[in-house]
């Protein structure tokens, strides 16, 4: 009977692992629906299927995400499924921390800290990939709001019911079908009777202007800029006669920009500053009920990512830090009576909702929190009823790793997600050299996971993350450094080269060597290539082989969106930089072939090849072809064998789905891969097929309502 038993046990064991690895790929297969499609509602019958396996990990992970997706929906099954995975799987720690947390963000009525309040939901799929305007005002009683409309505006300001669903355009655009006209958020006065609003006309010249209510009304300019700097309005003055804006400025026309708080007369445009801020980059900025008080959030000191919040006099002569911490300290609105500012703070961790008394300009005591795990939320203020209005976000945006077949150009599977569930905004990710690990810039919202080895990510922060593509370990190395650009490889895999933005912002930027054994950080060039210089260093950039070049595309700040451009290689020994490519317009990648023989750019719709000098410029994808009169192209990339280009083609329909399409080097009729999602972008080649991209938005917003918070702190006094 022994080896009977023997053959049972093992047919068992066989039988289990099969079904482990049948959740496993059903897992992945949803996640992609989820997050690469964007199709909620199959996603979910995904995830049923895998719930329903008996997998017990795998089932609890499919539980939280399916929860996510009825969350987005404004389903309140999200709360009984977060609900159940506390209950049933008390084993999987990880996941139900993560339950709990989001419990407690839809004001879980069994959290004595969030009591009372309750949250609804606005507005919310205005646009095509879910959002609605990420600037918007709502009316003081809360009923409507203003914002720029580019569905059925094209770029025109409207309002929308938020009762009725109904959108009026103003009609404000002296040429409606001129897309490079448009506007900024406008502001209503008090007495709704006027708006202010930031005017943007064809070319780089911008207004602002002031225009009545009523129907037909044509906009009177108070402020005219030629130079791409623009003045947006912040708030009105109790009697409507003067403006709170904020400017951005240049000195002689070139970047840095220095940000500058001032008011603006309604009578005749002169503006009178309050405060220039250069470093500080202001976030919410927000005049109190009396019009006696500004708050604003902004960066505590130069060189840190911790942010504080500010309170000085109306006219600039005083000023006070109301709120700071190691940390976050964001978004400031006040109080309907002006005795509170709320904000959001990740004092606690995870990022919470605050609020802290105030009198005379001054903190009264210690900030309060009033609710738990709000994430990142961005309020936008009360309205006349006591509600509090905010955006939520709700988009997601990963980086992910595919395998294409040499000979098709086919995936070979199914798109990986690369950053674990706890990241919400992760992108601009590069192979290793060996194509055994891949490293990516992350954006973290919750706790860090056990998982994640290294040091601790603080909500918020910017962290570099290299992954094990095998074992799916992470190591993350947090620092306070504003990247904007994918890590490169050191040729021995050993080491990453950083590329961050100097401060003050707008400063030029900086290359850093991140030692991956001992997590240190080393400074290696300053201000190479400085944005105060025509030629500025943007998009794509990638390491030669031997590590002491790198090729990035340049273009110029100061002329129009569309050029000129090119690709400079700076000497990393040296910091010589030189240019090896000019074009007639914008450069938006550029990618170096294997051998470190060619050059591949995208610029103005078209993809071209050239030796790594410069020389010998031919077009692979032209302007010309038939299909390329579809959509522009964007990102590049190599094959891993060198005999083909990968590009992005940009979807015809805005907000639609982006395609990875092929082109031999030595050119030919492009192919499509069959690879789509939306917001394809940063494509970056590896060995042995393999291809890492970023897909979706971390920006998606719905604009959701709080009730019930003035009462909490009513009680307080």
Same mark, same amino acid.
């Given at each position: 009977?022994?080896?009977?038993?023997?053959?049972?046990?093992?047919?068992?064991?066989?039988?289990?692992?099969?079904?482990?690895?049948?959740?496993? &790929?059903?897992?992945?297969?949803?996640?992609?629906?989820?997050?690469?499609?964007?199709?909620?509602?199959?996603?979910?019958?995904? +995830?049923?299927?895998?719930?329903?396996?008996?997998?017990?990990?795998?089932?609890?992970?499919?539980?939280?995400?399916?929860?996510?997706?009825?969350?987005?929906?404004?389903?309140?099954?999200?709360?009984?499924?977060?609900?159940?995975?506390?209950?049933?799987?008390?084993?999987? *720690?990880?996941?139900?921390?993560?339950?709990?947390? &989001?419990?407690?963000?839809?004001?879980?009525?069994?959290?004595?800290?969030?009591?009372?309040?309750?949250?609804?939901?606005?507005?919310? %799929?205005?646009?095509?990939?879910?959002?609605?305007?990420?600037?918007?005002?709502?009316?003081?009683?809360?009923?409507?709001?203003?914002?720029?409309?580019?569905?059925?505006?094209?770029?025109?300001?409207?309002?929308?019911?938020?009762?009725?669903?109904?959108?009026?355009?103003?009609?404000?655009?002296?040429?409606?079908?001129?897309?490079?006209?448009?506007?900024?958020?406008?502001?209503?006065?008090?007495?709704?009777?006027?708006?202010?609003?930031?005017?943007?006309?064809?070319?780089?010249?911008?207004?602002?202007?002031?225009?009545?209510?009523?129907?037909?009304?044509?906009?009177?300019?108070?402020?005219?800029?030629?130079?791409?700097? /623009?003045?947006?309005?912040?708030?009105?003055?109790?009697?409507?006669?003067?403006?709170?804006?904020?400017?951005?400025?240049?000195?002689?026309?070139?970047?840095?920009?220095?940000?500058?708080?001032?008011?603006?007369?309604?009578?005749?445009?002169?503006?009178?500053?309050?405060?220039?801020?250069?470093?500080?980059?202001?976030?919410?900025?927000?005049?109190?009920?009396?019009?006696?008080?500004?708050?604003?959030?902004?960066?505590?000191?130069? %060189?840190?990512?911790?942010?504080?919040?500010?309170?000085?006099?109306?006219?600039?002569? $005083?000023?006070?830090?109301?709120?700071? $911490?190691? %940390?976050?300290?964001?978004?400031?609105?006040?109080?309907? /009576?002006? *005795?509170?500012?709320?904000?959001?703070?990740?004092?606690? *961790?995870?990022?919470?909702?605050?609020?802290?008394?105030?009198?005379?300009?001054?903190?009264?005591?210690?900030? *309060?929190?009033?609710?738990?795990?709000?994430?990142?939320?961005?309020?936008?203020?009360?309205?006349?009823?006591?509600?509090?209005?905010?955006?939520?976000?709700?988009?997601?945006?990963?980086?992910?790793?595919?395998?294409?077949?040499?000979?098709?150009?086919?995936?070979?599977?199914?798109?990986?997600?690369?950053?674990?569930? +706890?990241?919400?905004?992760?992108?601009?990710?590069?192979?290793?050299?060996?194509?055994?690990?891949?490293?990516?810039?992350?954006?973290?919202?919750?706790?860090?996971?056990?998982?994640?080895?290294?040091?601790?990510?603080?909500?918020?922060?910017?962290?570099?993350?290299?992954? @094990?593509?095998?074992?799916?370990?992470?190591?993350?190395?947090?620092?306070?450094?504003?990247?904007?650009?994918?890590?490169?490889?050191?040729?021995?895999?050993?080491?990453?080269?950083?590329?961050?933005?100097?401060?003050?912002?707008?400063?030029?930027?900086?290359?850093?060597?991140?030692?991956?054994?001992?997590?240190?950080?080393?400074?290696?060039?300053?201000?190479?290539?400085?944005?105060?210089?025509?030629?500025?260093?943007?998009?794509?950039?990638?390491? $030669?082989?031997?590590?002491?070049?790198?090729?990035? @595309?340049?273009?110029?700040?100061?002329?129009?969106?569309?050029?000129?451009?090119?690709?400079?290689?700076?000497?990393?020994?040296?910091?010589?930089?030189?240019?090896? +490519?000019?074009?007639?317009?914008?450069?938006?990648?550029?990618?170096?072939?294997?051998?470190?023989?060619?050059?591949?750019?995208?610029?103005?719709?078209?993809?071209?090849?050239?030796?790594?000098?410069?020389?010998?410029?031919?077009?692979?994808?032209?302007?010309?072809?038939?299909?390329?009169?579809?959509?522009?192209?964007?990102?590049?990339?190599?094959?891993?064998?060198?005999?083909?280009?990968?590009?992005?083609?940009?979807?015809? /329909?805005?907000?639609?789905?982006?395609?990875?399409?092929?082109?031999?080097?030595?050119?030919?009729?492009? $192919?499509?891969?069959?690879?789509?999602?939306?917001?394809?972008?940063?494509?970056?080649?590896?060995?042995?097929?393999?291809?890492? +991209?970023?897909?979706?938005?971390?920006?998606?917003?719905?604009?959701?309502?709080? /009730?019930?918070?003035?009462?909490?702190?009513?009680?307080?006094?």
């Amino acid at each position: 009977m022994r080896p009977i038993l023997i053959a049972v046990v093992a047919t068992v064991l066989a039988t289990g692992a099969d079904k482990a690895q049948d959740a496993e &790929r059903m897992l992945k297969a949803a996640m992609n629906t989820e997050l690469v499609d964007g199709n909620l509602k199959i996603a979910i019958e995904q +995830y049923k299927k895998v719930a329903q396996s008996g997998v017990r990990p795998l089932a609890a992970q499919a539980l939280l995400h399916m929860a996510g997706c009825y969350q987005k929906l404004g389903d309140a099954e999200s709360s009984r499924l977060y609900e159940r995975i506390v209950r049933e799987f008390a084993d999987q *720690r990880d996941i139900v921390t993560q339950a709990k947390a &989001r419990l407690a963000s839809l004001s879980d009525p069994t959290s004595g800290k969030v009591a009372g309040i309750t949250a609804r939901q606005l507005w919310t %799929g205005y646009y095509k990939n879910g959002s609605v305007p990420p600037d918007l005002a709502p009316s003081a009683d809360g009923r409507s709001v203003l914002f720029v409309d580019w569905n059925t505006g094209n770029g025109d300001l409207a309002t929308r019911d938020l009762v009725s669903g109904e959108v009026k355009v103003l009609g404000l655009k002296a040429s409606p079908a001129d897309s490079k006209e448009s506007f900024e958020l406008g502001l209503y006065s008090p007495d709704e009777k006027q708006l202010a609003l930031t005017h943007f006309h064809p070319g780089r010249s911008s207004t602002f202007d002031v225009v009545s209510a009523q129907p037909g009304a044509k906009p009177r300019v108070l402020i005219t800029r030629k130079d791409g700097t /623009d003045v947006h309005p912040l708030a009105w003055s109790a009697d409507g006669k003067s403006i709170l804006t904020i400017t951005w400025e240049m000195a002689s026309g070139k970047p840095p920009l220095t940000s500058r708080i001032a008011w603006v007369s309604v009578a005749d445009g002169t503006m009178r500053t309050v405060k220039a801020l250069q470093w500080n980059e202001p976030g919410n900025i927000r005049l109190s009920p009396d019009g006696r008080y500004i708050a604003y959030d902004g960066l505590g000191r130069q %060189g840190s990512s911790d942010r504080s919040i500010f309170i000085m006099a109306a006219d600039g002569s $005083s000023e006070t830090t109301v709120a700071q $911490s190691p %940390g976050i300290n964001r978004s400031p609105v006040w109080t309907p /009576d002006g *005795r509170h500012l709320v904000f959001i703070s990740n004092r606690t *961790r995870n990022f919470g909702l605050y609020a802290i008394a105030v009198q005379g300009g001054k903190a009264q005591g210690a900030p *309060r929190l009033l609710k738990p795990n709000v994430g990142h939320i961005r309020l936008s203020g009360f309205v006349r009823s006591g509600a509090l209005y905010y955006l939520q976000p709700t988009g997601e945006q990963n980086v992910y790793r595919v395998e294409l077949d040499p000979a098709s150009g086919k995936p070979v599977d199914t798109a990986v997600p690369l950053g674990s569930t +706890y990241a919400t905004d992760n992108s601009m990710s590069a192979l290793s050299p060996d194509g055994k690990r891949v490293a990516y810039l992350a954006t973290r919202e919750s706790s860090t996971p056990p998982s994640l080895e290294g040091v601790l990510v603080d909500p918020g922060t910017l962290a570099v993350v290299v992954k @094990s593509v095998d074992s799916g370990i992470e190591k993350s190395y947090a620092n306070d450094l504003t990247m904007s650009w994918a890590p490169m490889w050191y040729p021995g895999g050993d080491a990453l080269l950083l590329t961050a933005r100097r401060q003050p912002a707008g400063g030029g930027q900086t290359f850093y060597k991140l030692d991956l054994d001992s997590g240190r950080i080393a400074r290696l060039l300053e201000n190479t290539v400085n944005w105060t210089q025509p030629g500025a260093a943007r998009g794509q950039r990638e390491m $030669s082989a031997d590590g002491q070049k790198v090729y990035l @595309s340049v273009n110029n700040w100061n002329e129009d969106l569309r050029g000129p451009g090119g690709v400079a290689v700076v000497n990393l020994a040296t910091g010589e930089t030189k240019r090896v +490519y000019q074009a007639d317009g914008e450069v938006q990648a550029v990618s170096l072939s294997p051998d470190n023989r060619s050059l591949a750019v995208t610029t103005m719709g078209k993809v071209v090849v050239m030796n790594a000098d410069g020389s010998n410029l031919r077009t692979v994808v032209g302007e010309s072809r038939p299909e390329n009169n579809l959509a522009g192209v964007s990102g590049v990339a190599w094959s891993s064998d060198g005999r083909y280009i990968l590009f992005v083609r940009r979807s015809v /329909d805005n907000g639609g789905p982006m395609s990875l399409w092929r082109v031999a080097a030595t050119g030919g009729e492009p $192919s499509d891969t069959g690879i789509r999602a939306p917001g394809l972008r940063e494509i970056r080649g590896g060995p042995n097929g393999a291809l890492t +991209y970023t897909a979706g938005f971390s920006w998606s917003m719905e604009l959701w309502a709080m /009730d019930n918070l003035l009462p909490m702190l009513t009680a307080s006094r």
